[in-house]
């Protein structure tokens, strides 16, 4: 015949939650979370604001309205290109990185003008720091051509 003490411990010793499991990835996953869950009300607010559902949210982006769902509850691994996309149909940006993440806040760039007649003899040679906050991305459909006549 068994002690109250071992049915007890036989009770409590089979625990075949994953409670424990479930608290420790939640746990190494915070800040993921946290991240997907700001995301999620500021996509909300911002059909709010545009007064679309997130049906119109799923035509405007081209997924199902089960993967909008997902986004807005706050517990999504989104990839960088989907919140970008989301950014553009939204009409707002939604990350931003920081320009002097790592102290970089110009780069220099050398012009060197060489004579047409002897390769090797520099006539002109110009070095300038040009800041990353005025540095624009062309487009890839645009050209730039430089010409110079002597």
């Known amino acids: 015949m068994s002690t109250k003490k071992e049915k007890f411990l036989k009770l409590v010793s089979e625990d075949t939650s994953n409670t424990v499991e479930w608290m420790k990835e939640r746990q190494r996953n915070r800040s993921l979370y946290r991240f997907s869950g700001k995301l999620a009300l500021a996509i909300l607010h911002r059909l709010e604001q545009l007064n679309w559902t997130q049906t119109r949210l799923a035509e405007e982006m081209g997924v199902t309205k089960q993967q909008v769902s997902k986004w807005v509850k706050g517990k999504e691994n989104f990839q960088i290109e ?11 940006q939604l990350i931003e990185v920081p320009q002097s993440s790592f102290g970089i806040h110009s780069i220099k760039e050398t012009d060197t003008l060489v004579s047409p007649y ?3 003899y520099n006539i002109y040679e110009r070095t300038q ?15 730039y051509q430089v010409n110079c006549t002597f």
């Open 129 to 143: 720091e040009i800041p990353l906050n005025t540095m624009l991305v062309a487009e890839p459909e645009e050209n």
């Open 118 to 120: 002897d390769e090797s």
């Open 82 to 92: 989907t919140i970008l996309k989301i950014g553009e149909v939204l009409k707002m």
